[in-house]
DNA sequence: AAACTAACATACAGCCTTGTTTGTATGTTG
DNA sequence: CAACATACAAACAAGGCTGTATGTTAGTTT
């Protein structure tokens, strides 16, 4: 039965695709390592070759997901007079467009969304938190930046303008995702991102 | 061991307490009905005479929970020209604040954003989803009143400013609760709520 | 006060799962 | 080509949990 390198990887990588397909349409905590064989047209044995447990194939399908490249938008924004709002709204809708057309990634973020993140799981919902301070950071910084150019408008601070940007986008998705994607992510989320970003801007004439 | 109807009130409400506290502890997928049981010095016999399954114990859980009277907000919202963002402001910032003091709601809605909602929980957060579906229809008719009054800035439609609220208090909420309570919910959500509503207010000279 | 019933505790049946272990056929390597 | 490692399948052992059924005691009703 042993099969050749390549299609042990392909075997682990149709596992992956099943997982995501069970977790997805019955929860991870219901559904059992044995669905997930079948759906792979494997065994329990296959899996838990490629995988430790359950935690670690959840971890492993968290970890499939291609990340926005963020070293790349930070060197975007370094420059002296970088259009700071420019890039973040660029940045924001390329994620919410990415989101719109990667399948993939709905159902996993779906999938880590309603997943239960106390006991087994703790370790991938603390990853997620961690990521998220980084991420809260850089924007605080790029709004500093902006606040330093005089193009945030005086009713907002660096911290209150990336809270508001991250709790919109979060509100966004969370609900898109567990709600049926019942509107145009993309378009909705464009529009709002753009509103957003108008306010951000200067609008009273700067007591200069 | 039958008890009077006064003490039987009280083993459930006993029953509710320990589950709350379980099911946060534990997530209510790996918490059994026996944890709950012990946790409220009772037997699984007593959970199961008050309440039908686990998810009509997590039902009731979310019952529990007294919800704004939405009827009253909206007779406040009634007269020809009622301070639209004026209410809304403040009953955005009510609920932080219910929700900063309230223990019970915080646990409660921390079990609810992070149980796996389908499967057997289904029917919670469909009337979850109902409930929202109102608010929105709710919100969007009082900006609505709010454009009639030209009191909202033309950069808004009543769908977008209604939407956008929801996602920031959404947004907000979800990650006070999942993220640990990192920061002041009441604090910083009055604040983003008054800048938010700020930008709704009608800025440029009407072009009337 | 007898009959009834509410409010539980206890016992039971049974399934489903998980993790592990063993078996094995096939690449892969020296 | 022999020896070994790999990629699984299949069998195993163990346990936890759910739901129900039954038992039991103490209120409640008439």
Known sequence: MRRTKAEAKE??????????????????AHASMEDVARAAGVTRGAIYWHFANRADLVLELYNSLPMPQEDLIARELEAENADVFGVLERVGREWLELLATDEHRQRILSILLRCDTSGEFAAISERQNDLDDEHMQAL???????????????????????????????????????????????SEGKDALHRLFATYASHAPSAR
């Open 11 to 28: 075997t682990r990588q149709q596992i992956l695709l099943a997982a995501e397909k069970v977790f997805y349409e019955k929860g991870v």
């Open 140 to 186: 605080e910084a790029a709004f500093a930046k902006a606040e330093g150019q005089g193009k945030l408008d005086r009713a907002w601070t660096p911290r209150s303008a990336a809270s508001m940007l991250r709790w919109v986008i979060k509100g966004l998705c969370s609900e898109w995702l567990l709600f049926g994607r019942r509107f145009d992510i993309a």
